[in-house]
């Protein structure tokens, strides 16, 4: 059964770790992540972005899969199923199809207009039981096509969304999505500070966190960072256990070219990823 966020992070916040959304791509990658949040007692966000829906044919067959997995492989451990840098549309499109948890990026939005749409979905959401997040600020680097300078976000702007009712906001504190720069500068703690002092315990989500050190993850956990989104990596632990498989020749060998033989080790690969942030992030034995 599919839970809102809400509660898993406030517990987050109480007790100074982070939970993470993990990506979601297709049934591999869905598999990976459950069973890895499950052997671990882990609470877990799954993260689809407007891409991956599309990819997997929408948000009505992302839902119907997560439900009927959870059910299959007797996951007991809380699972939230969230969109991830949702539009306005993809947003009733997610409540429509039975997520239980979405975000709203009005980020590109003058603040005006994000208030305004943030708080209608806030209504929406609330109703429905749903958790909602939303943004302020650009966070940097690109994600389906949306570049951002590794922005940081205005603290009296996040209080104003904060107030809207919002369940965990995400601000830009100097984080980039997919790999981060040589010249980068690391995440600016005082602005993350500030933020925290206007919005006192509301969780915060920091976006794009393949590749931030993790003496970093955890202080900006120890300053009230919530949730942590991966993606990247996932995708680059993945990528590289397929290609090992591929240059050992060994779907040549036997039945080594099976669809499940040949996705094997990536959906290995991601459940070790998995693991090791969800050690750094703190979330094992919280479920």
Not at 30 to 35: E, G, S
Not at 239 to 267: C, H, M, N, S, V
Request: hydrophobic share 40%; glycine share 12%.
């Amino acid at each position: 059964m599919l839970v809102s966020a809400t509660e898993m992070l406030n517990k987050a916040v109480a007790g100074k770790y982070a939970v993470g959304q993990f990506n979601i791509n297709n049934l591999e990658w869905t598999k990976a992540i459950l069973m890895t949040a499950q052997e671990n007692n882990s609470p877990v966000i799954l993260g689809v972005s407007e891409g991956a829906g599309k990819y997997m044919t929408g948000f009505k067959t992302v839902s119907a899969m997560v439900k009927a997995m959870i059910e299959e492989m007797n996951i007991t451990v809380p699972v939230a199923l969230h969109l991830d840098h949702g539009s306005y549309d993809g947003c009733y499109k997610c409540i429509e199809a039975g997520f239980s948890s979405v975000m709203f990026d009005g980020s590109h939005f003058p603040i005006e207009e994000n208030i305004a749409k943030t708080s209608e979905l806030v209504k929406v959401c609330h109703e429905k039981g749903l958790s909602i997040e939303a943004e302020v600020g650009s966070i940097g680097g690109e994600e389906d096509g949306v570049v951002g300078a590794g922005e940081i976000a205005d603290p009296e702007e996040c209080k104003k969304i904060a107030d809207l009712g919002v369940d965990f906001l995400a601000a830009g504190i100097g984080n980039i999505h997919g790999k981060y720069p040589e010249n980068w500068k690391g995440l600016d703690f005082d602005a993350l500070a500030k933020t925290k002092e206007l919005i006192g315990n509301l969780p915060l989500v920091l976006h794009g966190g393949t590749g931030i050190p993790a003496d970093m993850i955890k202080k900006a956990i120890s300053l009230g960072v919530a949730k942590i989104n991966v993606n990247t990596e996932c995708q680059l632990y993945f990528q590289e256990a397929t290609r090992k498989y591929i240059e050992a020749g060994k779907d040549l060998e036997g039945k080594g070219f099976d669809p499940r033989k040949l996705l094997a080790p990536g959906t290995e690969a991601i459940k070790v990823i998995v693991k090791e942030k969800m050690e750094l992030f703190g979330s094992i034995n919280k479920a």
